[in-house]
């Protein structure tokens, strides 16, 4: 019930395409998905996080798209860039929980 | 500019030795978490503390203890060090009520041999 499984595990796109990753969770309590952007030798870093009473939320080239029916959220990621090659995480959580339950992670490459 | 740091970046270890693993966050931040991430298994949660001496065990426990003396400080222990415990290691912090914004410390790679 607490998990939250992440798609795909990588993903290898071209410069200008729009990667999308995918997490789907069991837990209707879940009510706060953060995503999390990981360069490598960095620590995690909060990227975009958006609660089920919106459908969409967009931060520049990032959006969080949600459908709370299906219990799936996604990030896609517009006009992208070699620079956001990074490894990313999602996340969920709930009021009153002061941990998050973390995907698994998707390993994304930008191609040139 | 707020910081977690982590006391080694690298750390190679021999199979049975007693391992420390320092955090610091200077964000004076009550929660603070100690990860360790493997491909493919994603963050894994092993201690999470939220106040100075209070600690609960997160999804892997097993092997590990913590100690949190300070609020700013927090160690992960490897009271005997083993093969399966190589991975990287990251410390996290944040404040009561805000969980879904972790600050993470750049993690420490560790290696039993």
């Known amino acids: 019930q607490q998990q939250v499984k992440q798609s795909p595990q990588s993903l290898i796109v071209q410069k200008g395409g729009i990667p999308i990753i995918n997490c789907a969770y069991e837990?209707?309590?879940?009510?706060?998905f953060p995503w999390y952007q990981q360069f490598p030798g960095k620590g995690p870093a909060l990227l975009i996080a958006?609660?089920?009473?919106?459908s969409e939320k967009k931060e520049g080239r990032f959006t969080i798209s949600f459908n709370k029916s299906a219990k799936q959220f996604s990030l896609h990621i517009m006009d992208s860039q070699p620079g956001d090659s990074a490894t990313y995480f999602c996340?969920?959580?709930?009021?009153?929980?002061?941990?998050?339950?973390f995907g698994t992670g998707t390993r994304l490459t930008i191609i040139p | 500019d707020v910081k977690v740091t982590q006391s080694s970046r690298y750390l190679v270890k021999r199979t049975g030795e007693k391992v420390f693993l320092e955090c610091v966050q200077d964000?004076?931040?009550?929660?603070m978490f100690w990860y360790r991430q493997d491909p493919g298994l994603g963050l894994r949660l092993i201690y999470f503390?939220?106040?100075?001496?209070?600690?609960e065990k997160g999804d892997i426990p097993e092997g590990y203890s913590v100690s949190r003396e300070k609020k700013e400080r927090f160690s992960l222990i490897l009271e005997s060090a083993s093969t399966n415990q190589t991975s990287m290691y990251l410390c996290?912090?944040?404040?009561?009520?805000?969980?879904?914004?972790?600050?993470f410390g750049p993690g420490t790679r560790l290696t039993v041999t």
């Open positions: 996340a969920a959580t709930y009021f009153g929980n002061e941990k998050l339950t």
């Open positions: 837990n209707t309590a879940f009510d706060y």
């Open positions: 996290a912090s944040s404040r009561p009520g805000v969980a879904y914004e972790q600050y």
């Open positions: 964000m004076d931040h009550e929660n």
């Open positions: 503390s939220y106040d100075v001496k209070m600690k």
């Open positions: 958006i609660r089920p009473d919106v």
